[in-house]
């Protein structure tokens, strides 16, 4: 045959699905009817995927590719998506569609496709079986047909082996150099996959958006608002699977008009929600999932149940670390792999700072795993031992929230088990740095965790309380003070029940540095000194030293200067005495900045500077420092664009503070230059009184001007 038969004998079979006949026409004006595709999916009830349409119907428009396929996990719609590109493409010959989900033979499969595509039935019929293969392929190659095979993992093996003949005809259709299509869509795909030439590969990872799984349970007839229809699209992570059989039980239970969502409260998990899909019967999402796990080798098995209780992607070397020896002693790239090509895995693009190959679990699968686990509290144990054991215990100035990624996941393993008391002392392990590098609301996130589902016994409080207080903490640096407020107020209770004498005087403290803040400075005053009166009491001099700083703010923005300079300067003292440096230059900058508002520039000037110049005796980072967040704000910009940000600031200082002060005192100068002369002159003449007056103003100037 010299020409494709479709072109011979005139194929009506050229536009989308909707529009074929599925009749050829002879030439002497006979119709022959053709054997049908396997029906395709319902596409009435075909939702989103945009983007995924838009990357297939490229593919499919591209002559240089030659398979297009779909992958992903049951039920989340891989077969519904390839059937609607199959359906509205263009530019074929002619299109065939096959289910192997029975395991239908190749042989078999070319036999129909042959006659879709236009040979004749009593033609086909005479063709050997042998030859089935080659005339399939023959056909393929004299023009541009389309082949759509769906449920492909229905011909492997457990082990990923071609089945039925399946090998013989990929691989020569690979050979073919033609510019017809293979379009695929399964769970699986053998070992190498990837190296198919001229293939293209499309994962659905996700399930549908919540409000287009609404609008899927509404064309299946399901009565109820968008917004509960979205809610239980969103409960069962828009799998079209559980979607469609939620649908049909609703359908089958209720009458039209009470098909609401709000009778699936009856069951505890909708993913178990049983019913028929495409003409079987006791279909659901976990029996669908059990089929992918059941072709796993027990040793697969059990790695895949270990490193369910991941949260992030891993590489191997965590993977190994969460199984057990005895049933698994190691996990490579290639166990991983093996679970990726079965679409249990994904595998990233990106590596990890070590270099190595990074996975993670399909949310659907995930929740799968953990379900039929008997008890996952080794493997959350043997996580929080690795994590901790790889955490950083020294952070440096360039660290960005990275740096505390095995804090965060250690936690996370330690709340699964309950263990709140080790997940606070976690988290108090890199508060600082997350503090230092403002990340204010991963600490909020964090702390949040433990307030609300810890609940702590007695010798648990006093930590529980310093959470409260670190909570309170976290919210006054984002600015939410009300929160701060409640937090600092249930931190300063608990320890006052429990006699924690020094915690409670911090936390009266930091709530009167909240009141402070909002500028409600008569209730600061209240809370910082009781803080100091208890501070006293118990001999804790950093502490009093604290709430004396706090004290000289909340005066000073109360107007009352004298008395707040009075609070710095024996905040001063103290913190010089006990050789507490930090605090030192803390009071010298508040002293500072108070000088400054009273019109005292230089002597402003210096304790600033003298502030900084203790900080950078510290060898204190610009983000480890505690003035006014707007001057650490610069500080931390001056550090950014690799400056020395304790020299940088004193240069700039000088010339600001020269510039304010000759500015100043020329004005000054030459007001009292030019009036007091006068004044004077026109008072006294040319007297003593004059002369005497006029040299008591000159040595007046000049000590200022040393001032």
């Known amino acids: 045959m010299t020409e494709p038969i479709a072109e011979k004998i005139g194929v009506v079979n050229r536009g989308t699905v909707y529009n074929q006949t599925n009749h050829i026409t002879i030439h002497e004006g006979q119709k022959v009817a053709l054997s049908y595709s396997d029906p395709v999916p319902d596409l009435r009830l075909f939702q989103g995927r945009e983007a995924e349409l838009l990357e297939l119907n490229t593919w499919l428009a591209d002559r240089i590719i030659s398979i297009a396929s779909v992958r992903g996990e049951g039920g989340i719609g891989k077969s519904t998506l390839t059937a609607k590109v199959f359906a509205e493409c263009l530019g074929f010959a002619g299109k065939f569609w096959a289910d192997v989900r029975t395991g239908t033979s190749i042989t078999a499969l070319a036999e129909r496709a042959l006659q879709e595509f236009g040979v004749l039935p009593e033609q086909v019929k005479a063709i050997e079986e042998k030859d089935l293969i080659p005339r399939l392929l023959r056909l393929l190659q004299q023009g541009r047909y389309l082949l759509a095979i769906d449920n492909l993992e229905s011909v492997l093996t457990t082990a990923g082996e071609w089945q039925s003949g399946y090998d013989s005809f990929f691989e020569g259709f690979q050979n073919l150099g033609s510019e017809s299509v293979l379009l695929l869509a399964s769970r699986e795909y053998p070992p190498k996959y990837f190296g198919w030439r001229r293939s293209r590969w499309l994962t659905l990872e996700k399930g549908l958006a919540p409000l287009e799984g609404a609008a899927m349970l509404k064309d299946l007839e399901i009565e109820d608002t968008d917004e509960n229809r979205a809610a239980v699209s969103e409960q069962v992570q828009g799998n079209p699977l559980a979607l469609t059989l939620i649908a049909?039980?609703?359908?089958?239970?209720?009458?039209?008009?009470?098909?609401?969502?709000?009778?699936?409260?009856?069951?505890?998990?909708?993913?178990?929600?049983?019913?028929?899909?495409?003409?079987?019967?006791?279909?659901?999402v976990d029996r669908v999932l059990q089929w992918s796990f059941n072709r796993l080798t027990p040793e697969n098995q059990h790695l895949l149940t270990q490193v369910s209780v991941l949260r992030r992607a891993f590489s191997a070397?965590?993977?190994?670390?969460?199984?057990?020896?005895?049933?698994?002693?190691s996990v490579s790239d290639a166990d991983l792999d093996d679970l990726e090509?079965?679409?249990?895995?994904?595998?990233?693009?990106?590596?990890?700072?070590?270099?190595?190959?990074?996975?993670?679990?399909?949310?659907?699968?995930?929740?799968?795993?953990?379900?039929?686990?008997?008890?996952?509290?080794?493997?959350?144990?043997?996580?929080?031992?690795?994590?901790?054991?790889?955490?950083?215990?020294?952070?440096a100035t360039e660290d960005t929230q990275a740096a505390v990624a095995e804090y965060e996941e250690a936690f996370y393993h330690q709340c699964q088990l309950k263990r709140y008391s080790e997940a606070a002392a976690t988290v108090f392990a890199c508060d600082s740095f997350l503090q230092r590098r403002s990340y204010y609301q991963i600490l909020v996130d964090l702390y949040s965790q433990l307030h609300t589902n810890w609940q702590p016994t007695l010798e648990q409080r006093q930590d529980y309380a310093a959470v409260c207080n670190n909570l309170g903490g976290a919210y006054d640096s984002l600015g939410q003070y009300q929160q701060t407020i409640d937090f600092y107020r249930r931190s300063s209770e608990i320890q006052r029940q429990i006699g924690d004498r020094k915690g409670e005087a911090n936390s009266l403290n930091n709530l009167g540095g909240a009141y402070y803040s909002l500028g409600q400075y008569q209730q600061a005053i209240e809370f910082l000194q009781q803080s100091l009166e208890i501070m006293r009491q118990i001999s804790d001099r950093m502490g009093e030293a604290l709430s004396l700083s706090g004290l000289g703010n909340a005066y000073g923005s109360f107007g009352q200067g004298q008395q707040a300079i009075a609070f710095h300067q024996q905040s001063l003292e103290i913190n010089r005495q006990i050789g507490n440096r930090n605090g030192e230059a803390i009071s010298l900058w508040n002293l500072g900045c108070l000088y400054q508002r009273r019109g005292r520039i230089r002597k402003g000037h210096k304790c600033k500077v003298a502030a900084v110049k203790t900080w950078q005796s510290l060898n204190l980072p610009a983000d480890a420092i505690l003035p006014p967040h707007i001057s650490k704000h610069r500080f931390r910009h001056l550090e950014q664009q690799g400056k020395n940000w304790t020299e940088s600031f004193i240069q700039a200082k000088e010339w600001l503070v020269w510039l304010k002060y000759v500015l100043f005192e020329a004005i000054f100068l030459i007001a009292l230059l030019i009036t007091l002369p006068l004044y004077l002159f026109q008072q006294f003449k040319a007297s003593f009184v004059f002369w005497f007056v006029a040299g008591l103003v000159i040595v007046v100037i000049i000590w200022r001007l040393q001032q």
């Not at 609703?250 to 993913?271: A, C, F, K």
């Not at 990233?348 to 996952?376: H, M, S, W, Y």
Request: hydrophobic content about 30%; proline content about 5%.
């Open 248 to 284: 049909g039980w609703l359908r089958e239970e209720y009458r039209p008009g009470e098909r609401r969502v709000n009778h699936l409260s009856q069951h505890t998990d909708l993913l178990q929600l049983e019913g028929k899909h495409r003409g079987e019967a006791q279909i659901s």
């Open 317 to 329: 070397e965590v993977a190994t670390a969460l199984v057990t020896e005895t049933i698994k002693p």
């Open 341 to 395: 090509r079965r679409s249990l895995l994904q595998a990233l693009p990106e590596r990890n700072q070590q270099g190595q190959r990074v996975f993670r679990l399909q949310p659907c699968i995930q929740e799968f795993v953990q379900k039929r686990a008997n008890d996952l509290t080794p493997a959350h144990e043997r996580a929080i031992t690795y994590f901790w054991n790889h955490r950083k215990t020294k952070f």
